[in-house]
């Protein structure tokens, strides 16, 4: 081979080395991006998509659990009993949900899609602590909204205290779990709504969960991304019920915005914050990153509801327009009588968890406990994929004295738990395996970057590697001669100063003549000390030297080819 083709290949294997460092560099940066814009194109939603089954309906069993605080000493709760509300938590009254999107329409002009919710609920004896024919007593919700609407006027006083009377209507209620759930129940009010207001009173009877099971409505229309033009975007809720912002709160509190569920952003990080939206509450609900966790192997990010999700102003400013029209609870609540029919009705976490103490401290027979109330969504950090999701809300009533309505005049206002709900859905290890994909591929791709990195640097730094490398192991001749440019540049400076001094004169005019005479006025004899190497075996001590060290030799044969004279 000769020596240009060797120098080709030589400046080939440097351009290798260059251009795998720029992939690499380029692969760090945007490997991520890139794997996520290839995943899109094949996760989007559509009706030919392949998470288009999952996402209609879902391949995971659902269990619906209800909890309904019954009250066992209402006849106590008016001012001055010396007692607290107390209360005893029934359940759970397990039901099998089998959920369905309906009404289903594309909207390729903004890449989203818009459909209904329709869930069927089976209820689960063997899953149950309880019976659906459990008599229960909670608060006679009904009974005061009427009475907080009819005491706006003096009339609307008199008629609703006499309607009190001719119905024995009582601060509590008594009926079934199955009528408090699903089935619903009659009230006297309701049927007077109907005749005298039917607009205000589109229903007929009314539960905790009425009309939910088999209905379309309950939820509302809801619009959504699909991820076409954006993954990121996909599952991410646009309008509800056509709407953009709800108008329950204020500002940004009423913005509908988040998750349904399903689908969360990709390419998650500890910092960020999830919004997941409830149609319920008329508003999203943040989770905030608080551990990483196992799930079947695959790590994932927990999302829980802090105390960030449930404040009104307290703690987080931003969060103050959530304080209805100025009436600031304390934190823990969240007012929602704009999505209750006006009713006084306040969301909290189970048991009042991570609640002022003050509502606690009102009642008896709550015991907030994380493990069992805290509500959470795990989620793969990559795909954005929901793998463990459990916990739920607490719907609690506002009760509170009315002047002029002689059943409420007297009570104390205090904070009346009702019932709580929760979804508990984990992922099989099957699916589980499917999702670890992802993050498997994402390291692949980060380790391709590593050996792109690599392999570009040993390329590039190859050959001058070698030649410093031939340098420090080759023969005195070639390193004298790789050093005559350095002993050059110290005879340049030599004469530079030579020629300073004679213009300054003085004494050190005569010794400025010349290079070797600038030097022999330390010394008589000049050498250059040079340690005599061995190509193969290193140093080399010559037995006939007579100096000191036998290491070392004085060379001062100025024929010497060690020896550089100027």
Not at 78 to 88: L, M, N, W
Not at 541 to 563: A, F, G, H, M, Y
Request: some cysteine; overall charge neutral; proline content about 6%.
């Amino acid at each position: 081979m000769t020596s240009r083709v060797r120098h080709c290949a030589r400046l080939g294997i440097v351009a290798l080395g260059i251009c795998c460092i720029v992939a690499g560099i380029y692969l760090f940066r945007n490997w991520i991006d890139m794997f996520t814009r290839m995943r899109g194109k094949e996760m989007a939603l559509s009706p030919t998509s392949r998470s288009y089954e999952g996402w209609k309906v879902s391949p995971l069993p659902l269990n619906f659990d209800v909890y309904i605080f019954n009250w066992t000493n209402p006849e106590y709760f008016y001012i001055g009993s010396g007692q607290k509300p107390r209360f005893e938590q029934l359940g759970p009254y397990r039901f099998r949900e089998k959920p369905d999107k309906v009404d289903i329409k594309w909207h390729n002009q903004n890449y989203s899609v818009s459909f209904r919710k329709k869930s069927f609920f089976y209820f689960d004896e063997e899953g149950s602590n309880g019976s659906l024919s459990d008599v229960i007593t909670s608060v006679n919700t009904i009974a005061h909204a009427g009475a907080r609407h009819a005491s706006e006027s003096f009339f609307g006083n008199i008629m609703l205290n006499g309607v009190n009377s001719a119905y024995s209507q009582r601060i509590s209620i008594t009926t079934t779990a199955e009528e408090f759930l699903f089935k619903g129940f009659e009230h006297p009010f309701i049927s007077i709504g109907n005749v005298l207001s039917p607009s205000m009173v589109p229903f007929k009877r009314v539960g905790y969960q009425y009309p939910r099971n088999g209905s379309a409505e309950f939820d509302g229309d809801i619009n959504m991304f699909t991820g076409a033009d954006d993954i990121a975007k996909m599952g991410q809720i646009h309008t509800w019920n056509n709407m953009t912002h709800t108008g329950a709160f204020e500002g940004a509190c009423g913005q509908v915005m988040g998750s349904m569920g399903e689908f969360f952003p990709p390419n998650l990080k500890p910092k960020d914050t999830v919004y997941m939206y409830m149609p319920k509450m008329c508003r999203a609900v943040p989770l905030d990153y608080t551990e990483t966790v196992t799930v079947h192997g695959v790590t994932a990010y927990k999302f829980s509801g802090t105390d960030h999700a449930l404040d009104n102003g307290t703690v987080y400013p931003e969060t103050k327009c959530f304080c209805e029209e100025g009436d600031c609870q304390p934190i823990g609540v969240i007012n929602i009588r704009k999505c209750a029919q006006n009713s006084s009705v306040f969301m909290s976490y189970p048991h009042f968890y991570k609640a002022d103490p003050s509502y606690l401290e009102a009642i008896e027979g709550l015991s907030p406990d994380q493990s069992k109330h805290e509500f959470f969504m795990t989620l793969e950090p990559n795909a954005g994929v929901p793998m463990d999701v459990g916990g739920g809300f607490q719907a609690n009533y506002l009760m509170e004295p009315i002047p002029g309505i002689s059943l409420f005049r007297n009570v104390p206002r205090v904070m009346l738990p009702m019932m709580w709900c929760e979804e508990r859905v984990r992922v099989t290890e099957d699916i589980a395996a499917d999702i670890a994909l992802v993050p498997l591929i994402v390291l692949l791709g980060q380790i391709v970057t590593g050996i792109l990195l690599a392999g570009g640097l040993i390329c590039t730094c190859w050959y001058p590697t070698r030649q410093v490398t031939q340098l420090c192991h080759g023969d005195p001749k070639a390193k004298a001669m790789a050093l005559r440019p350095l002993a050059a540049f110290g005879g340049v400076g030599a004469s530079a100063l030579n020629s300073s001094a004679a213009n300054a004169g003085g004494a050190t005019a005569a010794a400025a003549t010349a290079p070797g005479t600038l030097l022999r006025t330390t010394h008589e004899r000049i050498g250059v000390r040079l340690l005599d190497y061995r190509r193969d075996s290193g140093l080399h001590e010559d037995q006939n030297s007579k100096e000191n060290s036998p290491r070392e030799r004085l060379i001062t044969e100025p024929d010497s080819p060690d020896v550089i004279v100027r």
